[in-house]
């Protein structure tokens, strides 16, 4: 175990009526006019937009609306937030959606207060050294925002160059309230869960994959997020109404990315920029989808070259009862694909992704161009072997 | 899974060397002028007073102290504190030390700006409203109270009657900050370091056994942490300065009592209240000790009456593998009185606590004087159930 610090000073208000709060936690936070952040659909029309408004106006806050955000958000919309909110004199803000909005609402309120390009942040020219406090209604789980001090913007240049780039910081940006009622994840398809479900077991095995031995706390605890949502997860899926299930997922999701199961290791988030870099070239592909195909890819390489912790997840997780490492790491990332393919319906080869002649010379260059020559914390990755582990996605 | 509220703002700095911080961490408060508040022997004797106090001149917080703290900490040296805190109008508390000195600094903390006796906060004539800051440097894990709202002081009356109560907050009492260095706990004893266990796997279990159905992500949590301290307290044990071991204990300790394995269900604190009708009748009992006997016998009542969650807790923590859950839970109480009796050489009968005749009567009509008629939430206990409990402890 290493050093760490751990804050995480998020309020998580959690349950059924849970968004009838939203304006005493606001009042809490200081604010007494916000911007209320959200995306093109659910939140107005299930009329979510409006009872939290009220819920404002009850307590006397006063609001203006940003409505609009859209997935992989951009900053065209932050600047536009940024120059009406300091028109309105908002003194916070409040996200009604998923990771999206949360991120865009979070890129406001760190903008709102600085004379300079809120982009500065992102490309790391300007550190981030105040923002408005954020409040969170959650209505889509998986990205883990509501919980983490990050956010990620996509940047698009005058020469049409799209830069995607994440945020973080250890408190400044974590929301001060997170308002959880798990029926507003009722009207999710069984996709839009899917993805969520695989974004947070990623989030956990970002975590989960390191180097730093004598972790058994946080082992334990990501194991057992992991096997509630293995146990949960389908539930939600075959009964997107069963209440029990949506909330143990949700909360799930909280925890996965909120640093709890971070605290005292070394974290490697390959797979993660392994896919970035499918996204990037392969826009349709949901975040989500695109890691249900890298992260067994992943895994099945480190199953050939360094199988121990592969093996102890699944002995730990899937009841994987082997001795030899090796093959007890081959067992666990096929339980880990039949999870994702049988009961998530995730796809798992490039094929599935929808891409049939995927440009893996493009995605290697460009992941080390980003990432460095070698890549990773729980084994270093050449570009050769990120080649292999792409190979392996195409599932000949 | 019920509704809840999450709220756990304390910065845990952890790790080599942490208390080096601990001058930022109080200025990061807001306050100028503390009062650290330590033990008989330890935070003074390692020169650790010395090093923090060292920590605040360097950031030019000034402080006073209060040394003298015993374990089942009196209302008598609260007094002082608020006393001598007016007199030199401090903003702020540091605790040196495990769970008495950290509710000793609470309790002044709470007391300092009310004009009133502080003890109407225990006996809850009066709700608590605001409180100092309080910091924490911890020396004895075990307690929990660096992650906690809670304050349990013992208080004496005029005919010498003695009121032990446990006030719980939300936050308001929460520490602002824990500095946590493993290595402060090498010199504790390895009895001081089994009480410690027994107390953050009761803190565990009281949440875990709830009549709240679906609440797989708390339980998961749950039993990660149990795991956890079966695997790494033995090897504190053998070796006092295996950091490693340390650290785990350290840090299960503290998450297993800052809320985040009750969250979504009820709580049952039966063995805890049972605990202390022992203790209050032999003081000479430690609390962690005293719950080494009680709880397996708790646990053994309910394998015949309600065997469900120790079965399955017996099948994910200690490998039960018998379908019948009566079985199972016997076989679970089996290994938990082993791992306490064998791995940790704790006591498992009154007679091993050094208690040859057991007023059971007594203890019985004080738990239901003070608790009601009936007590616990996982199951409900009458009198003659309490007291079948009790006499199971004498392990005849």
New interface residues.
């Given amino acids: 175990?290493?050093?760490?610090?751990?804050?995480?000073?998020?309020?998580?208000?959690?349950?059924?009526?849970?968004e009838e709060k939203t304006g005493m936690l606001t009042f809490l936070t200081g604010a007494t006019k916000v911007m209320i952040v959200y995306g093109q659909k659910y939140a107005k029309t299930s009329g979510l937009v409006d009872r939290v408004a009220n819920s404002l106006r009850t307590i006397g806050i006063d609001f203006v609306e940003l409505g609009g955000v859209k997935p992989n958000p951009e900053a065209a919309l932050v600047y536009e937030g940024i120059k009406r909110g300091r028109a309105a004199h908002i003194d916070g803000l409040l996200a009604i959606g998923g990771g999206s909005v949360i991120d865009t609402a979070k890129a406001i309120a760190a903008g709102i207060g600085y004379k300079g390009d809120f982009w500065d942040f992102y490309t790391g020219k300007t550190p981030i050294e105040e923002a408005l406090p954020v409040g969170v209604v959650l209505t889509v789980p998986g990205a883990g925002s509501e919980g983490s001090g990050n956010s990620v913007i996509s940047h698009t240049d005058e020469e049409g160059v799209v830069a995607k780039i994440s945020l973080r910081t250890d408190s400044i940006l974590k929301p001060r309230f997170a308002v959880m009622n798990p029926e507003m994840t009722f009207t999710l398809s069984g996709y839009q869960t899917a993805v969520g479900i695989v974004d947070m077991m990623s989030h956990i095995m970002e975590r989960y994959f390191s180097n730093t031995?004598?972790?058994?706390?946080s082992d334990?605890?990501a194991?057992?997020?992991l096997?509630?949502l293995i146990?949960?997860g389908p539930k939600a899926l075959a009964d997107p109404t069963d209440y029990?299930?949506r909330?143990?997922v949700e909360?799930?999701g909280t925890?996965a990315h909120n640093g709890?199961v971070g605290?005292?290791r070394r974290e490697d988030w390959t797979s993660h920029a392994m896919e970035h870099e499918i996204s990037a070239l392969y826009p349709n592909v949901a975040h989500g989808a695109g890691l249900a195909v890298v992260f067994p890819a992943w895994m099945a390489f480190m199953a050939h070259h360094k199988p121990s912790k592969v093996a102890q997840l699944g002995r730990r997780i899937f009841d994987v009862d082997v001795k030899d490492d090796r093959s007890a790491a081959i067992e666990t990332v096929a339980s880990l694909r039949a999870f994702y393919s049988v009961a998530l319906r995730m796809p798992l080869t490039f094929k599935e992704l929808g891409i049939e002649n995927p440009d893996i010379d493009t995605m290697v260059t460009r992941l080390h161009i980003n990432k460095g020559e070698t890549i990773g914390g729980y084994y270093r990755l050449t570009a050769a072997d990120t080649r292999q582990i792409y190979e392996l996605m195409k599932g000949e």
């Fill in positions: 175990m290493e050093n760490f610090t751990y804050y995480s000073p998020t309020l998580y208000e959690f349950g059924r009526g849970a031995t004598r972790v058994e706390v334990r605890l194991e057992g997020l096997m509630s146990a949960e029990q299930a909330a143990n909360w799930a925890l709890i605290c005292g």
